[in-house]
Structures are given as C-alpha cells and as structure tokens.
C-alpha cells in the first residue's frame, strides 16, 4: 500500500519523454533516453515511442509549458500509452501535476530503477536496501497516492469528538499513511543494520588469516560477472541485461605466484543512479571500499563508454573509494575491430583489453593483478627438515614452491609467500641467498 506502485504489472505501453535546456545538453540527452529505452525494456514494458523535448526554462511544476505538456499527453493518448515515463527527476509536486493533467500514470527514471531493483534483489540485504529505497522514494509522493481522498469533505460526525471531521478524511488517512511509513523504514534500517553487523562478524572472521582482495566495479552490464566466472571458474549469474547482478559474490582465484586472492563482483552503477540508492546500497558497496584494489570494467562495445568510465569514478567517490589503487580492463574488445581499440588504449593509458567471454587478454590482466600483490609476498629460500611436512604443505596451499632439492635430511625450496606467514618460517630461511620482493 505504502511503497511505489508495481508498474511491471500496471503498464503496458508507455510514451517516453527527454527533457534538456542547453542546445550543448542535446547528444547527452539523446543518449540517456535511449538508455531509459533498455531501462523500461527490462521490465518488459511495451514502448510506443521516445520523444526529447528542448525547453527554454524548467517550469517547477510541470518541467515544461503547457503548451508542450498537453501536446505530449494528447501524443500519449493518440498512441494507447497507459504511462508517461520522464528520463528526468520529477519531484512529487511535477509527478502529481502531470498525473491529473493526463490522467495517466506517470513515473521518472529513479522509479523505473528501483522497481528493476525490486525485480533482481535475491538476498535478504539486497531486498531489505531495494525496500527502504523505495519507501524513502515514495514517502514525499504519498499525497498522490491517497488525491481520491482529498476531495472527500468534512461532516459533522466522524470520529471520536468529531476528530475526524476536523481535519476531513483524506487529511486524516495520509497523517496515518505517513506514520505507518515512517515507522517502515525505520524497522526496515534497524534489520539492515542488523544484517550488516553480521557482514562485520563475517569480515572479521576472513580477516583472523587475512587474504588479499579485489573488487570488480564498473557500470551495468559491462561484463563484470562473466570476468568474474572466467579468471576464478565459477557460474555467477552473467546476462545481457541491466543490474544483472545487485548482490554481492566473492571467489577465490589461485594466483601463478601460489598467491590467494578473493575477488568480489559488485553491482553495476548508472548514470543518474537515485542517490537513495546509493546510499542503501553502502553497505553491499563498502567491499569495494575494503579491497586492497579495483579493477574498473568498462564496455569496448558502448558508444558512451567515456560517459560510462566517469559515472563509475563519481559513484566511487561518493562512496570514499575513488583513491584506491585501480586497474582499468577495456572489456568486449572481441565487438570492436582494430582501430577502436587502439583508439580505447591510447585513451585510456595503462588500460588492459581484454575479452571476458572469449579469455582474450585475461593473462595480461592476471599479471597485472599479480603486480597489484608484490607488496604482500616475499620470495625465499628455505632449508626445511623432512620432518616438517607441515610447513611444506603450508607452502602448497598458501604459496608456491619454484625449486626443490633433497639435501641430507633437509629439503631446500625457494618459494614464494604471503608476508603474513613470515614468522612460519623465519628459523628456516637461508639468509645469505634472499631474495625478497
């Protein structure tokens, strides 16, 4: 009752429309509309037309004139179009005054995002951040939700002391929705924080033996998943679709050196992503936050993959990640011929390019990876007693073990190891042969 209506189930054709001031605006425009275009597709409503309006000024109640507007609504009713969706933000007062002008629905690209939100969240996290964003959305808009109630006049009777008449009906059942609201979202905070003192617990318990971490971030549907299944050879969920993945997955990749790193795939960020969001999701984005480095995915394929590249350097400041240590990856380089991509590696300097659904590159960018680590291993030469099979089998599983010798009852290995097993082995290392990255 309280949350955004569920369009999925309520449209079936809409009109929508582009807004832009500056003639300098128009390229950009025209290219987020026809990303609402595959934002609206993933909720598998019907689209009649798109439409992209330049208007002199921003009218604060109807984002346009009204000339305009009702040449749009008739637009929308020429066509059977049961909705009008607004690739700008409407603010509660412009989505209220176009509904009664068009007696459609009408919604904005932030609520198109939060119901695809609602449609992919698995988890509980994820479910419990789409529903206070939703809650936080729709608060401001509950007027609109309860406009039959407002024409409802007030009586003599109705109510206890004639409360009720006082404030008329429709007065008195938005006081009530709102609290009722209120009181949601902040049962729906105090379970996320719940949730997330859980991930702390977790976190702490990786990090009693502490391994190194990345985290794959990038913009939706740049390839993020499938780099993810291909380098650790999992099956995280990876389509050809928006916000594909909203929850958090981390692997373990073997790294050639015997090094362990634990890679996490994120959730894609997007151009105007509902600040709401953003902040909900702090949580599920803080392992990007945590991660020893990034690795920054971005489309080859995608004629806004400079727009796309800057959106996730925002979204990352905004998060407090932005100075992280970062390796750029030019993904889908197998859609774009020659000239396109030198033009991406000139561009982007000390990028990779790389390929996640054929493997191309992916050895480069595991070395790349590897240099990312050289500061967590160190190289030695050991003289271990065959006795202390323990400490060989250690070395299997958290290093790697280069050359091996037999000497009398001593095994001599030079090996390579994380740093954090350094007093493990410090009785044995022959010290007049170290060599230590």
């Known amino acids: 009752m309280f949350e955004v209506r569920e369009k999925p189930q309520m449209v079936e ?3 929508l429309v582009g807004v832009y001031l500056d003639k300098a605006e128009a390229l950009e425009a025209e290219s987020l509309l026809e990303e609402l275009r595959d934002l609206v597709e993933t909720l598998n409503i019907g689209i009649a037309k798109t439409r992209l309006i330049k208007v002199r000024e921003r009218y604060p109640s109807h984002l346009m004139g009204k000339g305009k507007m009702a040449e749009v609504i008739d637009e929308a009713r020429h066509l059977g179009c049961d909705c009008i969706i607004f690739d700008n933000e409407l603010s509660p007062r412009q989505q209220r005054n ?5 007696n459609l629905l009408v919604i904005d690209r932030q609520e198109v995002i939060l119901d695809i939100f609602a449609m992919r969240a698995q988890t509980k996290e994820a479910r419990l ?8 959305y729709a608060l401001p808009r509950m007027a609109r939700m309860w406009g039959h109630l407002d024409r409802q006049g007030g009586g003599s009777g109705g109510g206890k002391g004639g409360a009720g008449a006082a404030r008329g009906e429709g007065e008195k059942q938005i006081e009530i929705d709102r609290r009722l609201a209120n009181k949601r979202i902040e049962k729906l905070k105090s379970e996320l924080a719940t949730v997330r003192k859980q991930r702390a617990t ?3 318990d990786r990090m009693r033996a502490p391994l190194p971490h990345a985290a794959i971030v990038g913009y939706t549907n740049a390839g993020k998943s499938s780099l993810l299944n291909h380098l650790t050879s999992s099956t995280v969920l990876a389509e050809d679709k928006l916000f594909a993945t909203l929850d958090t997955t981390t692997r373990k990749l073997d790294m050639t050196d015997g090094q362990t790193l634990l890679v996490t795939d994120t959730v894609g960020f997007v151009r105007r992503l509902p600040h709401g969001l953003v902040e909900s999701f702090k949580a599920t984005l803080e392992e990007a936050v945590l991660a020893d480095f990034l690795v920054h ?3 080859a394929s995608s004629p806004d993959i400079h727009e796309h590249y800057q959106t996730t350097l925002d979204v990352l400041k905004e998060l407090g990640a932005d100075e992280k240590r ?7 380089i197998d859609l774009v011929d020659s000239d396109r991509q030198n033009e991406l590696a000139s561009h982007f300097e000390g990028s990779i390019l790389i390929s996640a659904e054929k493997g191309s590159g992916l050895d480069t960018l595991l070395a790349k990876m590897g240099d990312m680590l050289l500061g967590n291993i160190v190289r030695n030469n050991l003289k271990i007693p065959q006795n202390r099979q323990d400490l060989v089998a250690l070395l299997h599983r958290e290093g790697k073990i280069l050359s091996r010798e037999y000497e009398g009852n001593d095994i001599m290995l030079n090996a390579t190891y994380p740093k954090r ?5 410090a009785e044995f290392v022959m010290a007049e042969k170290n060599n230590i990255n």
Not at 129 to 135: D, K, P, S
């Open 13 to 15: 054709n809409a009109l």
């Open 98 to 102: 176009w509904e009664h002008e068009a």
């Open 129 to 136: 951040q789409v529903q206070l964003a939703r809650m936080q």
């Open 202 to 204: 977790q976190r702490k």
């Open 297 to 299: 995915v971005v489309d």
């Open 326 to 332: 970062m390796i750029l990856a030019i993904n889908k």
């Open 421 to 425: 097993f350094l007093a493990n082995f």
